[in-house]
């Protein structure tokens, strides 16, 4: 007896590039799909961002099986913008990479906010990227601290929470005050450069979280 096939969740892929046709339509849906979701969220319709493609629902679901392979195939696209921004930021010899590559993730956080929950750790989309991301991060504020633009006791999830503060605000904020996170970047920076002397030239009390509570939080 043959056993019935299930459609798979993943984007249908194929070791052969695809049609000039078939490739325009699905950045056509990528496109849409992050238009739709940035004005609706991603309880949004799947007919929705056909429609905003100018594509049937049967042409969308013939290279996204799923709505979740479409979500995954955005955050996969973000993920590996964030690891290319990362790579770009470490040619910075000056200790502002990190800086550099923290405002890249906050404009990114602004236009693709509906995506954030996935993106840190919800998706199995292009996890390569998504560590490479992590550990070049870690090797930027290390530079940064050593070119003396970052105190020395911040540490690698410190930056982590950084980018859950910057999603918040990015979700709360974006229908009314898009840029606002900006200024709460600029606020965390200037508390995180070195004090050598005054009344602020104090360690930091509170101890930072560890690697597997911020791994705990993400999922």
């Known amino acids: 007896m043959a056993t019935q096939k299930t459609p ?4 249908l892929r194929s070791d052969k590039p695809l049609r000039r046709d078939a490739a325009e339509n699905r950045r056509r849906i990528l496109d849409a799909a992050a238009q739709v979701f940035f004005a609706s969220g991603l309880d949004a319709a799947v007919e929705e961002v056909a429609r905003v493609a100018g594509v049937g629902v049967g042409t969308l679901y013939r290279r996204f099986p799923s709505k979740q392979a479409l979500i995954d195939e955005l955050v996969g ?11 770009e930021a470490t040619g910075r010899e000056d200790g ?3 800086e550099a590559l923290v405002l890249e993730t906050g404009k ?14 919800h998706s199995n989309a292009e996890p390569d990227a998504l560590e490479e991301f992590r550990t070049r991060t870690a090797e930027l504020l290390a530079s940064a601290q050593q070119c003396g633009r970052i105190r020395s006791d911040v ?6 929470m950084l980018f859950w503060a910057l999603r918040g605000i990015s979700e709360t904020s974006h229908s009314v005050a898009p840029e606002a996170w900006r200024r709460h970047l600029e606020i965390v920076f200037a508390g995180m450069r070195p004090v050598v002397e005054g009344p602020f030239a104090t360690p930091l009390q509170v101890k930072a979280l560890s690697a597997s509570q911020v791994r705990k939080i993400n999922r």
């Open 96 to 98: 502002s990479g990190l």
């Open 8 to 11: 798979s969740d993943k984007p």
């Open 77 to 87: 696209e973000m993920r590996l913008v964030l690891a290319a921004a990362a790579r």
């Open 108 to 121: 990114l956080h602004s236009v693709q906010w509906a995506c954030l929950p996935q993106l840190w750790d």
């Open 155 to 160: 540490t690698p999830t410190d930056i982590s």
